[in-house]
C-alpha cells in the first residue's frame, strides 16, 4: 500500500537547531532555500557563479565555499546538476562527511545509477518535488503546497524519517502530500515521464500544426485550438482533480461521440512498443550511460538537438500568436 504524508505527519521541531546547507542555488536551490528560510531554518549556501552569488546575496543568503557548507551543516541539500553533482560530491563534500551529516536530493538520479555512493554512516534521503522550481516556490507562498516523491536511502542514525518529514513539510511538500517510493522509482518514473510521455505530446503537437497549415487553416487559429487557448491545461486540470475519464466526458456528446469512436485509431502498439524500449533503456542504465559521456564530451549531442529545434519555423508563428492574443 503507498504511502502518503500529510501536513500532520511532520514536526519542525526536528530540525530547529541545524543547519540546512543548500548547494546549488538554481531552478530548484532557490525556490527551496527561500521556502526553508520562510519556515524559520538556519540556512547557508553555496553557489558556483558571481551572478548567482549576488542573487544569494540579495536574498539574504550570502554564500559560502560548498567545502565550508559542507563541514557547518547537519542537512545537506544537493541541488546541483545531476551531470555535475558526482564530482563536486567525490572533491569538496565527501572528505567532510561526518555521521553527523543527513544528505537530501531532490532527484534519486546518482544514487540509484551508482554515481555517488555516501558512506555507510550517513543518513541519505529523497524530496523530489513533482513540479517545476518556480512552482515549488508559488505553491510555497501561495499555502497549496506541491506533490513530492519521498524515499529514505539509508538511515544510519535511525531518525531518517522524522529527518525527511520535518524538511517535507519545512519545504511546504505536506500541504498536498508527499508519496513514499525508493530512490530507484523515483528516478526511473522522472526519467519516463520526460522520454516517454513529453517526446510524444510535443510531437503530436507539432506534427498536427504542420498537418493543418498545410492544409491551408490561418496558422494564428491552428495554434490556438491546439494548445495556446489553454484548453488542453484545462481538460488537464480537470483529469488531476476528477480523473481523465470524467475530464473527457465535459465535452459536448458531439466530443464525446468523436472521442470514443476515434480511440482505438490512435492505440498505437509501436507507441507501446516505444515506451517500453525507453523504460528498458532507463532501467539497464544506458540512457545514464548516454548522458555521462555526453557531459564529459561537453553536450555536443544536446547542442546540435536544441539548434535543430530553434530552427523550426513553427516557432515563430507560436510566439506570433501569443503576442497576437495578448494584443501586443
Ligand atoms: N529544476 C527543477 O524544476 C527540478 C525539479 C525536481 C528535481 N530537480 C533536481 O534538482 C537538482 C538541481 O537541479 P536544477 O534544475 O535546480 O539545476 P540548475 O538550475 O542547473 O542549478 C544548478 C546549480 O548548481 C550550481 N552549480 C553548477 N555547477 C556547479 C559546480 N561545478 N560547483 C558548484 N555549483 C555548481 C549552479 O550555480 P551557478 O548558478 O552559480 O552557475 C546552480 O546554482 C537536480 O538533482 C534535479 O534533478 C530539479
Excluded: C
Amino acid at each position: 500500500m503507498t504511502v502518503i504524508y500529510h501536513e500532520d505527519d511532520g514536526d519542525l521541531q526536528v530540525l530547529a537547531d541545524k543547519v540546512i546547507g543548500i548547494i546549488g542555488y538554481g531552478s530548484l536551490g532557490r525556490p527551496m532555500a527561500l521556502n526553508l528560510q520562510d519556515s524559520g531554518l538556519r540556512l547557508q549556501v553555496a553557489v558556483n557563479s558571481q551572478e548567482t552569488h549576488a542573487v544569494a546575496l540579495a536574498d539574504g543568503l550570502p554564500p559560502l565555499p560548498v567545502e565550508q557548507v559542507a563541514k557547518n551543516a547537519d542537512l545537506l541539500l544537493l541541488l546541483l546538476p545531476d551531470e555535475v553533482m558526482p564530482a563536486v560530491y567525490l572533491e569538496r563534500i565527501s572528505p567532510h562527511l561526518t555521521r553527523a551529516h543527513t544528505l537530501i536530493f531532490a532527484s534519486g538520479y546518482n544514487v540509484a545509477f551508482g554515481y555517488i555512493e555516501p558512506p555507510p554512516f550517513v543518513d541519505v534521503g529523497l524530496v523530489a518535488p513533482r513540479t517545476f522550481g518556480a512552482a515549488v516556490r508559488e505553491r510555497y507562498l501561495n499555502g497549496q503546497g506541491f506533490y513530492s516523491f519521498i524515499a529514505a536511502g539509508q538511515d544510519a542514525s535511525g531518525r531518517i524519517w522524522p529527518t525527511l518529514l520535518a524538511l517535507a513539510k519545512a519545504l511546504g511538500s505536506l500541504r498536498a502530500g508527499a508519496v513514499e517510493v525508493t530512490m530507484q522509482q523515483e528516478v526511473e518514473l522522472d526519467l519516463f515521464m520526460q522520454q516517454a510521455i513529453l517526446p510524444a505530446v510535443h510531437h503530436i503537437l507539432t506534427a498536427a500544426a504542420g498537418l493543418l497549415f498545410k492544409r491551408g487553416y490561418p496558422p494564428e487559429a491552428a495554434m490556438l485550438d491546439l494548445y495556446v487557448s489553454g484548453e488542453l491545461n484545462d481538460y488537464l486540470q480537470r483529469a488531476t482533480e476528477e480523473g481523465l475519464l470524467h475530464a473527457l466526458r465535459l465535452s459536448s456528446l458531439t466530443g464525446q461521440f468523436g472521442i470514443f469512436s476515434r480511440l482505438e485509431r490512435f492505440s498505437e502498439t509501436r507507441l507501446e512498443r516505444l515506451m517500453e524500449l525507453t523504460l528498458e533503456e532507463i532501467r539497464s542504465q544506458h540512457f545514464a550511460r548516454e548522458w555521462a559521456r555526453e557531459y564529459a564530451d561537453g553536450y555536443p549531442r544536446l547542442r546540435k538537438l536544441l539548434q535543430h529545434q530553434e530552427r523550426l519555423d513553427l516557432w515563430e508563428l507560436e510566439q506570433q500568436t501569443i503576442e497576437l492574443l495578448r494584443g501586443i
